[in-house]
């Protein structure tokens, strides 16, 4: 919360506090500004860079009924950009930010934190186009609700930075081709890994999940029904798509012909995007040279479904262009 200008991070269980005692809350709260200074100041060895990611702005909750006004200042202040330090806000100053998009919103945790949590394994994002990401996609969610939110951040950093460590620049790939794959290593948690192509992975638990479409699904085929439970070991799947760079680095360490459409142009221009044109045998043959292996139809669906049988990856909200690419041929209808 933002107090004449200064930025406070509330503990939960901080007593009531009467409004206009501010001197009183300041000393139960803690200061951002002073938080960000003791990262940056005394004596004690430092980290090179720190990340501070903050999806707290929001009023302050003290102010009684009919105390607001238009003068009244909403979500946190703007920061200085201290040096060293990177600061990530989940809305502009003075801005609030979105909890949910709807009441019936399935997703319990906010908007900024459900766009904020695929990307931070990404090697292919430094902290700053990981930024950008994130605010693009979150206001194009919080438009869709009829809300305007625009994460920020304040940048002390200098030089290439990604959170997971950055992956090799296009001319570092081209050296690196060569070389054997290294073998799996786990990053961050054992939820995740990074694969030997330099993927990362993510876990799907054993469990049992539902299989298939319900009956009332008009629009399901007859292999597609009844719906049934289907009980699977856990397994490892890549978190996204297969990139045009990474199958570029495969095809050319192993002789094999590029995949239909693939252009030193289009290499230049999508690296970072998904590899088209390529055969089932294609795809097998890329998976036995990551050390990996092409999911199951099981597998596939219940990491795109989840085990709550909710109809899309994201839930049962219907599909609009800020959740994936679909029907560019004609008009969407229910």
């Not at 990262?39 to 929001?58: E, F, M, N, Q, Y």
């Not at 238009?70 to 040096?83: H, N, Q």
């Not at 054992?190 to 876990?203: E, I, K, N, S």
């Not at 795809?283 to 990491?303: I, N, V």
Request: hydrophobic residues 30%.
């Amino acid at each position: 919360m933002q107090i004449d200008g200064q930025n406070y991070l509330l503990p939960r269980d901080i007593p009531h506090i009467e409004y206009g005692r501010q001197a009183q809350l300041t000393r139960e709260a803690i200061s951002l500004n002073q938080l960000l200074a003791d990262l940056s100041t005394g004596d004690r060895p430092h980290p090179k860079r720190s990340v501070v990611i903050l999806d707290a702005c929001r009023d302050n909750p003290l102010i009684p009924p009919g105390y607001k006004s238009g003068s009244t200042r909403g979500g946190l202040a703007k920061v200085e950009e201290p040096d060293g330090i990177f600061v990530m806000y989940s809305a502009a100053n003075n801005r609030i930010a979105l909890d949910r998009l709807s009441p019936s919103d399935p997703v319990k945790y906010s908007v900024f934190t459900r766009v904020l949590l695929p990307l931070l394994g990404r090697q292919d994002l430094t902290i700053q186009e990981l930024s950008t990401t994130v605010k693009n996609q979150v206001y194009g969610l919080g438009k869709n609700a009829g809300h305007e939110q625009r994460p920020a951040y304040y940048d002390g950093i200098l030089g290439r930075f990604c959170l997971p460590g950055c992956a090799s620049l296009p001319d570092e790939a081209s050296r690196e081709s060569e070389k054997p794959p290294k073998p799996p290593s786990f990053s961050i948690s054992p939820r995740t890994m990074t694969g030997q192509d330099g993927a990362p992975m993510v876990l799907v638990p054993a469990g049992v999940f539902t299989m298939g479409a319900r009956d009332d699904d008009q629009e399901a085929g007859a292999d597609e029904r009844p719906a049934h439970q289907v009980n699977l070991d856990a397994f490892y799947i890549d978190q996204y798509e297969v990139t045009t760079s990474l199958y570029t680095k495969f095809f050319q360490a192993t002789r094999r012909n590029p995949p239909e459409f693939w252009s030193e142009k289009v290499l230049q221009q999508h690296g970072n995007k998904p590899v088209v044109g390529v055969t089932w045998d294609d795809a097998k043959a890329y998976c036995e040279w990551a050390g990996k292996r092409l999911p199951t139809e099981a597998e596939w669906e219940k990491a795109a479904r989840g085990t709550d049988q909710r109809l899309y990856p994201w839930g049962n909200d219907t599909p609009h262009e800020q959740l994936a690419n679909f029907n560019h041929c004609c008009d969407f209808k229910d």
